[in-house]
């Protein structure tokens, strides 16, 4: 089984910052993308931000510039987001493509459980 933990959510005022971290444990070979998507109430979820296991990054438009996405030991990833919306307002979910063995082929998404972030004005 793979697990993948978030935290650091909160309620933090407009203007503020925080920083969303995702550890990744279980049956792990490897990684490869990891990815921070969001769910605002009665709305789509959105993909925020992606690091591969490179780390090139990617960031939705409406986050660019005021959010970072950063992974260490390959297995934990962070959001760093800065300057804060109440736009941002959403349960902000860690996914990652994960493979299990050496010869696995093809990598499974994973999800954590969601961590709420609330932006007030």
């Known amino acids: 089984q793979v697990q993948l933990v978030e935290s650091g959510g909160g309620l933090v005022q407009a203007g503020g910052s925080l920083r969303l971290s995702c550890a990744a444990s279980?049956?792990?070979?490897?990684?490869?993308?990891m990815v921070w998507y969001r769910q605002a109430p009665g709305k789509q979820r959105e993909l925020v931000a992606t690091?591969?296991?490179?780390?090139?990054t990617n960031f939705a438009d409406s986050v660019k510039g005021r959010f970072t996405i950063s992974r260490d030991n390959a297995k934990n990833v962070y959001l760093q987001m800065n300057s804060l919306k109440p736009e941002d307002t959403a349960v902000y979910y860690c996914?990652?493509?994960?493979?299990?063995?050496?010869?696995?082929?093809?990598?499974?998404?994973?999800w954590g459980q969601g961590t709420q972030v609330t932006v007030s004005s």
């Open positions: 279980g049956r792990i070979f490897s990684i490869n993308d």
């Open positions: 690091i591969t296991s490179g780390g090139s």
């Open positions: 996914a990652a493509d994960v493979k299990y063995e050496y010869y696995d082929s093809v990598y499974y998404r994973h």
